[in-house]
C-alpha cells in the first residue's frame, strides 16, 4: 500500500501574513461576498466588497462580515471608518452579471469618492436606514451594526462587523413558485484564493437530501 505524501505545515508564527493570508483564502471558499454600502458623518456613501461574511443566526437575524485593516500600510479601510461614525449597513447580493463592477469597486478610492458613480451603479434610497442600496443587486440586506470586535490591530487583522437584519429587499424575478429564492435566476458569485471567483449556476449546482 502506498501511502500519501507528508503533509505540509504551516505556522502563523513562521509564515510570513501574506503567505498564510493565501493559503487561508485558497482553502476557505468559495466565499460569499458581502458588497456592503456605508455611509459617513458627511453623508458621503462609500461601496466595498468584502469576502469575509456570512450569516450567523435567524432569530435575530444576524449577518457579519470584516473589513480588515490594509496589509500594505495597516490603515482602516473606509467601510469600516464610516461604520464608526454611522453604524448602519446595506449588504447586496453579488450576481454574475454585477461581479466585474464589484471588483472595480474595491480599488483604493480617495476618501470621500462615490463608488457608486466611479464603477456604475444606482443608488437607492433605504427604508429605515441612512445608507443607499444597490439596485442592480436582487438582495439587499438592511442592517443596523450591533458590534465591531477588533481582532488584532496589526496589518491585515480583522474587523469582526455584526449586524442585525432590519429588512431584506427581493427583486421577484429571483423567487420560485414556492416563494424561496431560485438559486438558478439569482446566479450569485463567490470568491475563491488569488484571482478566481466562482459562479453558481449551471452544471455546478448541485441536490442533497437532508438525513431523515
Known amino acids: 500500500m502506498t501511502l500519501p505524501p507528508e503533509y505540509l505545515h504551516f505556522d502563523p508564527k513562521d509564515t510570513s501574513v501574506?503567505?498564510?493570508?493565501?493559503?487561508?483564502?485558497?482553502?476557505?471558499?468559495?466565499?460569499?461576498i458581502a458588497f456592503a454600502s456605508t455611509i459617513d458623518k458627511d453623508g458621503r456613501p462609500n461601496l466595498s466588497p468584502?469576502?469575509?461574511f456570512n450569516a450567523f443566526g435567524a432569530n435575530p437575524p444576524i449577518v457579519?462580515?470584516?473589513?480588515?485593516?490594509?496589509g500594505k500600510d495597516n490603515t482602516t479601510k473606509h467601510t469600516y471608518d464610516n461604520i464608526r461614525e454611522v453604524p448602519e449597513v446595506v449588504i447586496n447580493a453579488v450576481t454574475y452579471h454585477m461581479v466585474q463592477k464589484v471588483s472595480d469597486s474595491s480599488a483604493d478610492f480617495p476618501k470621500g469618492v462615490n463608488e457608486f458613480d466611479m464603477v456604475g451603479f444606482t443608488m437607492v434610497p433605504s427604508d429605515l436606514i441612512k445608507p443607499f442600496r444597490v439596485k442592480e443587486s436582487p438582495v439587499q440586506f438592511e442592517c443596523k451594526v450591533l458590534q465591531v470586535i477588533e481582532t488584532g490591530?496589526?496589518?491585515a487583522a480583522g474587523n469582526l462587523?455584526?449586524?442585525e437584519i432590519l429588512r431584506i429587499?427581493?427583486?421577484?424575478?429571483?423567487?420560485n413558485e414556492?416563494?424561496?429564492?431560485?438559486?438558478?435566476?439569482?446566479?450569485?458569485?463567490g470568491r475563491l484564493g488569488g484571482e478566481w471567483y466562482v459562479r453558481a449556476n449551471?452544471?455546478?449546482?448541485?441536490?442533497?437530501?437532508?438525513p431523515g
Open 202 to 210: 449551471g452544471s455546478a449546482l448541485f441536490e442533497m437530501a437532508k
Open 50 to 52: 468584502f469576502s469575509f
Open 161 to 163: 462587523v455584526i449586524c
Open 169 to 175: 429587499h427581493v427583486d421577484p424575478a429571483v423567487m
Open 153 to 155: 490591530y496589526g496589518p
Open 178 to 189: 414556492q416563494g424561496r429564492i431560485d438559486p438558478h435566476k439569482i446566479d450569485l458569485v
Open 18 to 32: 501574506p503567505e498564510f493570508h493565501h493559503l487561508m483564502l485558497g482553502a476557505i471558499a468559495p466565499r460569499p
Open 64 to 70: 457579519a462580515f470584516s473589513p480588515s485593516r490594509r
